[in-house]
Structures are given as C-alpha cells and as structure tokens.
C-alpha cells in the first residue's frame, strides 16, 4: 500500500470519527469538509440554524489540535475586530500590534452573512494570501490556517448576501440537512447521557500532522482524462441556459484539488471520474449565478451543477495508476 493509502485513510477515519462523536449521522457532510481541509481549503457552511455547523467547526479544531478562534459576525463588527489594530504604548512610545481572532489555525467565522460586507471583505486577503494588511504592513498568518464560516439561508431577516468575490473564495460550500428520527433521536441519548452540554473532542493530531497530511494529498496522481473531465464540468456551466455567470477557473481547480483528497480520504492514490461527481455539487454551486429571471423558479447553483454531471460524458474509469 502506498503512503497516500495508508497515512491519509487512517488519519481521516480517526478525524471524523472523533468529530462524529458530536456531529451525529451526517458522515458524508463532514467527509467532504475534511476533505476542503486537505486540500488546504476554505469551508462554508450554510444551512437552517441548530443543525451543528457551529459544533462541526469546534469539534474539527479539537480533532485536528489546530489553535481555534472563534469570531462571532454581527452589523456592527469592523473589519480592525477581525484583523486586529496597533495600540499605543505610552510607558515605551510606541505603537503595538494587537492581533486579532483571525491569528489562529481555524478561523470559526460565525454567521458570516450578519455583518455587512465590509468586514466580510476584511478576510479575502487573509483567505487568498494567508496574511493581513494593517496600517501598511503585513502580517503573515499561522499555517495551516482555514476558515470554516457558518451562514444561515439569505431569506432570513438581517442577513446580508455574501459578494461573489468573497463566495468564490471559498473551496467548498457545504449544508448538513435536517437529520434523520432516528439520527435526531440518538443526539437527544447522548445529551442525556453525558449529563452536559460540552463534548469533549479528542485530539487526534496537531498542525504538523495536518500539514504532513496535505502533503501526502499533493501526491495523489490525476489522470489527464480526469483533468479534462473537470475542465468540461466548468465550461458546461458557463454555456448552460439557466446560467448568467457561471464557475470561474478557480472552479476548475478546486475541483480538481478536493477530489485529489477525496480520493486520498477513500484510500487512493489516483482520481476516478467519480470522486469529482462526489464534490462537484459542494464546489461549483455556490460559483453559478441563476438568471435573475428565474430567482422565482426552482433553478439554483445545485440544479445546475447535477444537469451538467448528466450531459458532460464521463472520461472510462481507471482501475489503477500505479
């Protein structure tokens, strides 16, 4: 077996087993949010509020031992809260930078699209660049360093939509649904077992870990049939009939990168055809903007994304690549 088979596998099985310890029955979900941190990605989570996205982001923090931040987004929260500011010292005359919750390894940014676009802008370039400008000078942030930002539905009320600079910024866009009655009714005995609110995650690595673990995701092989697979999924969303701007470029490389650690996560060391039908819904729908004539209708990013898995023809599956 090879390193990616073996090192990669067993790490993501011992991660989302412990985060599955809180987040009950939505395997797949957090499977694919992993997977966006293998790939050294950004998460967004949005969905209804109460169904776990805040617990899903402590818990991978606790999982993976990344130094956690947590920052809680509201209208009146300014973009110096997010990236911290210079305060003056008067007992040395002089100016200190006082870092904010942004310096850590996983960034919860909570109800992203409660605060107004300013401060949501404040992180594209920590997400892009991985460092923040303050007062002309740059500072670099911790790596690994991931933003997993929680977001509830636009239609709720003081809500603002998130800019499609800032939405493309993000490799993934994930929702955990509803669960199941009998999902549902196992998160109500284990609450009532533990006799406590807080779950306690272990740690199953540290940054170093998660670094040597995104390494080993570089190594996985991509085949050209599957690479121009991907270049077709994109460019049958430009052109589809519902569409007024389709997925950029960046679409087509995050695709190609979280089916790289899909594969990885599944025990391979080679992309098939079918770990990109697997994340393609997650990358490429929140990069398609319907035509505003249809904002009414039952078109969206998702339904876009499943018409062109069914039209775009499917590359022949590889049986190995070694």
Request: include cysteine.
């Amino acid at each position: 077996m090879t390193e990616v088979e073996t090192t990669v596998a067993t790490f993501a099985e011992n991660v989302l087993d412990e985060v599955g310890r809180a987040v009950v029955g939505k395997r797949d979900a957090l499977s694919l949010v992993l997977a966006g941190i293998l790939a050294k990605g950004h998460i967004l989570l949005e969905d209804f509020p109460g169904l776990g996205k805040t617990l899903a982001a402590r818990s991978f923090a606790g999982a993976l031992g990344l130094d956690f931040a947590r920052a809680q987004f509201t209208p009146d929260l300014l973009p110096a809260d997010l990236t911290g500011s210079y305060v003056y010292d008067q007992r040395r005359a002089e100016f200190d930078f006082r870092p904010g919750p942004i310096f850590t390894g996983l960034l919860l940014a909570d109800e992203i699209n409660r605060t107004p676009p300013k401060t949501q802008a404040a992180l594209l370039e920590a997400m892009q660049e991985g460092q923040v400008t303050v007062e002309g000078q740059t500072h670099r942030l911790p790596s690994p360093f991931h933003v997993l930002a929680t977001a509830n539905p636009v239609e709720y009320e003081g809500t603002y939509p998130l800019p499609e600079a800032q939405l493309d910024r993000f490799l993934l866009r994930v929702a955990f649904g509803y669960p199941t009655a009998a999902e549902e009714h196992d998160v109500l005995r284990r609450r009532l077992d533990r006799q406590r609110e807080e779950v306690d995650i272990q740690q199953v690595t540290d940054a170093a870990g998660l670094a040597a673990a995104q390494a080993a995701v570089e190594r996985v092989v991509v085949d050209e049939s599957v690479a121009r697979y991907c270049v077709e999924l994109v460019g049958a969303t430009r052109s589809h009939a519902d569409v007024l701007t389709g997925a950029s470029p960046r679409g087509s490389v995050g695709l190609v990168l979280t089916a790289r650690a899909w594969a990885a996560i599944r025990g391979r060391d080679f992309v098939v055809p079918e770990d990109v039908k697997v994340v393609a819904r997650a990358v490429l729908a929140h990069r398609i903007t319907v035509k505003p004539d249809l904002w009414m209708t039952q078109a969206s990013g998702s339904r876009v994304v499943d018409s062109v898995l069914a039209s775009v023809a499917t590359p022949r599956a590889l049986e190995s690549h070694r």
